[in-house]
């Protein structure tokens, strides 16, 4: 793991070790094991930031599930719908599933608390929230995630997926703004 790590203007310190992610997501993919067995859930990957956690969750798998990707589109609604975000790229029929919506960090919980009700406006059977990152002391919306690898204190992060203006996600451990 680097010493530190130049994107930009910006420094970014070490924070969590790949290891360290690697055994959260690993019990993470096994509740998810014992709580879906026979419920072949369908996860849905919310891009760009969640691709690297999604593809560690889904191979700790050993359960029949599916997984597709959506992105979100974010827009301002009339005054009675507020903040609406709809996905792009979404297929399947969601009525009478089990969704798993795998993000890579709930910040102020905005973007998932107004993409939620698209979800269940398709009437899955259950919806539930698997991140890999969530900062309690930032959330402002109502949301709460079923599964969480790790909860950080409210400063940037990057790497293991999360960039900064489009860098970093490729590095294998997760750096903390200086
Ligand atoms: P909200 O506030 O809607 O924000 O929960 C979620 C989105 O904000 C971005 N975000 C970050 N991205 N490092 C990042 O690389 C961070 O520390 C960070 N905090 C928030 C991210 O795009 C996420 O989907
Ligand atoms: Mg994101």
């Given at each position: ?50 691709f690297i956690f999604?593809a ?104 293991y997926g ?17």
């Open positions: 793991m680097a010493d530190s790590v130049s994107i930009y203007d910006k420094t970014f310190v070490p924070f969590i070790k790949k290891d360290a992610i690697a055994s959260r997501v690993k019990e993470i993919a096994s509740a998810i094991n014992t709580a879906y067995k026979d419920k072949n859930p369908l996860f849905l990957g919310i891009l760009n930031g969640s999604a560690d969750l889904f191979r700790g798998l050993s359960i029949d599930a599916e997984i597709s990707f959506i992105k979100l589109a974010s827009y301002k609604g009339t005054s009675t719908t507020g903040h609406v975000v709809t996905a792009i790229g979404l297929e399947e029929s969601l009525k009478g599933r089990h969704i798993i919506i795998i993000e890579d960090i709930i910040d102020t919980g905005k973007t998932l608390s107004a993409f939620l009700p698209e979800i269940y406006n398709r009437q899955p059977a259950s919806v539930a929230i698997a991140v890999f990152l969530t900062k309690p002391g930032a959330l402002k919306y109502d949301v709460k995630a079923d599964y969480t690898a790790f909860e950080i204190e409210d400063k940037f992060v990057v790497g999360l960039d900064y203006d489009g860098y970093g996600r490729n590095l294998p451990d997760l750096y903390q703004l200086a």
